[in-house]
């Protein structure tokens, strides 16, 4: 099984949404994906720098890290380029859904 996250970006946050798993029958008849509606799951903390309309860098931590870790590279690389970092759900400001949890909701 592939997991996918869908991040909605607004002007200061991300909002991450896990879509709903497909049943067999929906598998096996192809039909069902198109009515597939993800389920909030975080709202993670976002913060963009560089010249709108530049080519966007988007630089993603890893766990147990926060977008901080990016702090000594960002104004080399907002001169020339949008870039875009975020905490993971759970990470830094962004929020922690409620459990359980899974190593497969961490990717």
């Known amino acids: ?11 200061d946050s991300l909002t991450a949404r896990t879509p709903k798993p497909m049943s067999q029958a929906q598998r096996s008849s192809g039909s069902g994906a198109a ?3 993800p389920e909030p799951s975080a709202r993670l903390h976002v913060v963009v720098d560089g010249q709108e309309g530049a080519p966007t860098v988007v630089l993603a931590g890893s766990l147990g890290s926060t977008l901080a870790m990016w702090d000594p590279i960002v104004p080399i690389l907002a ?3 949008r870039v875009v970092r975020y905490d993971l759900r759970g990470h830094g400001a962004s929020s ?4 359980p949890y ?6």
């Not at 099984?1 to 002007?11: D, G, H, R, Y």
């Not at 922690?96 to 459990?99: A, D, K, Q, V």
């Not at 899974?102 to 990717?107: E, R």
């Open 1 to 11: 099984m592939i997991a996918a996250t869908i991040l909605s970006v607004n002007e």
């Open 35 to 37: 009515e597939q509606q």
């Open 79 to 81: 001169a020339r380029f």
């Open 96 to 99: 922690t859904p409620p459990g």
């Open 102 to 107: 899974s190593m497969a909701d961490l990717g």
